[in-house]
């Protein structure tokens, strides 16, 4: 009989499972990798695709994804997308040149209309009913007037140009003109307006700017209550302008005052008073033109008070124009955030 130890037997079936398990591993982890850099080299179009189609939004359609050349899904995916952007864009472009002809068709018929009321009002005969219900149409008139300007400057806005004619200004001499033109509606509620600060002199676009405070005075006259009181100031602080309105409403709550400044934002108080939603954007949109900001103000309700800055002396928009050109021209890209102008002599750099 014969007896044999199993020692090495033992030690080298192991060894044998030692190595087949540190195999199977080192396998596994290189299939793994190797699968990951696989799917992560197949799936860099994909970033690319969504990265580039995260990056697009409703202010400039005008991009589009690059189409892989080689000609698979992923291709496929590309121009689908590309398709997609191009039926936004006509859907956008369309309804902007709606809004900018309607616009356009209006203004005639109801500058006719404001006309004929006012000759009609100016009769000594007219009186009694007759009298308030033209009164009444005019004032509707004149308020539709109104929207029909601004959606004119939201059409140019959202076509990417926004024509604007600088030159050194007084901001008190433009104040004074926005006060006079709500100087009736507000003596209709009782409501005091009153101007004060500094005597500045400020490149801008006189009649923009005169736009932005006539609004942003007929937005606080609407939201004041009756007898209250509306204050404009003006005052430099550096090489800032600040450009202050104040009045007496129930105030704006901390979550909507981003929002106001939306199209066609408009609180409870201000539908009552016939707001359109559209004064608050007009002003935000002109006043970002002259590279400026706007905003509600940080006090607590009631009141509101909306601030405007403005550089004290804008940034070089481009080369000069000769001696003896007309007023700075600029055409400020909204979209984009470009801007192009030539500044004359007199507006200095």
């Given at each position: 009989?014969?007896?044999?130890?199993?020692?090495?037997?033992?030690?080298?079936?192991?060894?044998?499972?030692v190595?087949?398990?540190?195999?199977?591993?080192?396998?596994?982890?290189?299939?793994?990798?190797?699968?990951?850099?696989?799917?992560?080299?197949?799936?860099?179009p994909v970033?690319?695709?969504?990265?580039?189609?995260?990056?697009?939004?409703?202010?400039?359609?005008?991009?589009?994804?690059?189409?892989?050349?080689?000609?698979?899904?992923l291709?496929?995916?590309?121009r689908t997308?590309?398709?997609?952007?191009?039926?936004?864009?006509?859907?956008?472009?369309?309804?902007?040149?709606?809004?900018?002809?309607?616009?356009?068709?209006?203004?005639?018929?109801?500058?006719?209309?404001?006309?004929?009321?006012?000759v009609?009002?100016?009769?000594?005969?007219?009186?009694?009913?007759?009298?308030?219900?033209?009164?009444?149409?005019?004032d509707?008139?004149?308020?539709?007037?109104?929207?029909?300007d601004?959606?004119?400057?939201?059409?140019?806005?959202d076509q990417?140009?926004?024509?604007?004619?600088?030159?050194?200004?007084?901001?008190?001499?433009?104040?004074?003109?926005?006060?006079?033109?709500?100087?009736?509606?507000?003596?209709?509620?009782?409501?005091e307006?009153?101007?004060?600060?500094?005597?500045?002199?400020?490149?801008?676009d006189?009649?923009?700017?005169?736009?932005?405070?006539?609004?942003?005075?007929?937005n606080?006259?609407?939201?004041?209550?009756?007898?209250?009181?509306?204050?404009?100031?003006?005052?430099?602080?550096s090489?800032?302008?600040?450009i202050?309105?104040?009045?007496?409403?129930?105030?704006?709550?901390?979550?909507?005052?981003?929002?106001?400044f939306e199209?066609?934002?408009?609180?409870?108080?201000?539908?009552?008073?016939?707001?359109?939603?559209?004064?608050?954007?007009?002003?935000?949109?002109?006043?970002?033109?002259?590279?400026?900001q706007?905003?509600?103000?940080?006090?607590?309700?009631?009141?509101?008070?909306?601030?405007?800055?403005?550089?004290?002396?804008?940034?070089?928009?481009?080369?000069?124009?000769?001696?003896g050109?007309?007023?700075?021209?600029?055409?400020?890209?909204?979209?984009?955030?470009?801007?192009r102008?030539?500044?004359?002599?007199?507006?200095?750099?």
């Amino acid at each position: 009989m014969a007896v044999e130890s199993l020692h090495e037997v033992d030690d080298a079936t192991h060894r044998v499972l030692v190595l087949l398990v540190a195999g199977s591993v080192g396998a596994l982890a290189l299939v793994a990798l190797g699968g990951w850099w696989i799917a992560r080299r197949a799936l860099r179009p994909v970033e690319r695709i969504t990265a580039r189609a995260e990056a697009i939004g409703i202010e400039d359609l005008s991009q589009r994804i690059a189409v892989p050349t080689v000609n698979d899904e992923l291709a496929h995916l590309a121009r689908t997308l590309n398709a997609m952007l191009d039926r936004i864009q006509d859907g956008v472009q369309a309804r902007e040149r709606l809004i900018a002809d309607a616009s356009h068709e209006l203004r005639a018929p109801l500058a006719a209309m404001r006309a004929a009321l006012d000759v009609t009002l100016a009769q000594a005969r007219l009186e009694g009913p007759a009298r308030e219900a033209l009164q009444l149409t005019r004032d509707d008139a004149v308020r539709l007037s109104r929207i029909v300007d601004n959606l004119l400057t939201l059409a140019s806005v959202d076509q990417g140009r926004l024509d604007l004619l600088i030159a050194p200004h007084d901001l008190s001499d433009l104040a004074d003109r926005a006060v006079r033109a709500q100087r009736a509606s507000a003596a209709a509620r009782g409501i005091e307006l009153s101007l004060a600060g500094d005597e500045l002199v400020a490149d801008v676009d006189g009649d923009r700017l005169t736009q932005v405070l006539t609004n942003v005075l007929d937005n606080a006259i609407r939201h004041s209550p009756d007898g209250g009181h509306v204050s404009l100031t003006i005052r430099r602080d550096s090489d800032e302008t600040h450009i202050t309105v104040t009045d007496q409403g129930p105030g704006i709550a901390p979550s909507d005052r981003e929002y106001v400044f939306e199209r066609f934002s408009r609180q409870d108080s201000a539908r009552r008073r016939g707001g359109a939603g559209l004064g608050l954007a007009i002003c935000r949109e002109i006043v970002h033109a002259h590279h400026g900001q706007i905003r509600i103000g940080d006090d607590p309700p009631p009141g509101t008070t909306i601030h405007i800055k403005l550089p004290g002396r804008p940034a070089p928009f481009g080369p000069l124009a000769a001696a003896g050109t007309e007023p700075a021209r600029a055409n400020a890209l909204l979209g984009g955030g470009a801007v192009r102008a030539t500044s004359s002599p007199d507006a200095g750099p």
